[in-house]
């Protein structure tokens, strides 16, 4: 076949040129590997980022919502001043009705 070279010689080359087409494929296949770690990475970064925005969201809703209950807290104090000052003004109503009735009563009494 070549000349100077011994059919071990010949053997050996066919070998080694076996083993090197065997490590070219597990490096592809690595540097596949290497490619689908990096898209996984990549997605995950995705994720983390997205998530810091939800939280970022949730922070903002539950200060939001602290704000509102508190406007909340007020308005029900309000309310409960202006319901105590209700029943005042409703006692004073019937004991002027009461009164009146009473004057009334003593007048058709003594006439």
Do not use: C, P, W
Not at 57 to 73: A, P, S, W
């Amino acid at each position: 076949m070549f000349q100077g070279f011994t059919d071990v010689q010949l053997q050996a080359v066919e070998d080694n040129s076996v083993i090197v087409e065997q490590r070219e494929r597990e490096i592809s296949h690595i540097v596949k590997s290497i490619q689908d770690l990096n898209e996984i990475f990549k997605d995950i970064a995705n994720m983390v980022v997205d998530q810091g925005t939800i939280l970022d969201r949730i922070d903002y809703n539950i200060e939001n919502t602290e704000v509102q209950v508190e406007k909340g807290l007020q308005q029900l104090q309000k309310a409960e001043t202006y319901q105590k000052k209700n029943r005042k003004m409703l006692i004073i109503l019937v004991l002027a009705v009461i009164v009146i009735l009473l004057i009334l009563i003593l007048i058709a009494v003594k006439t």
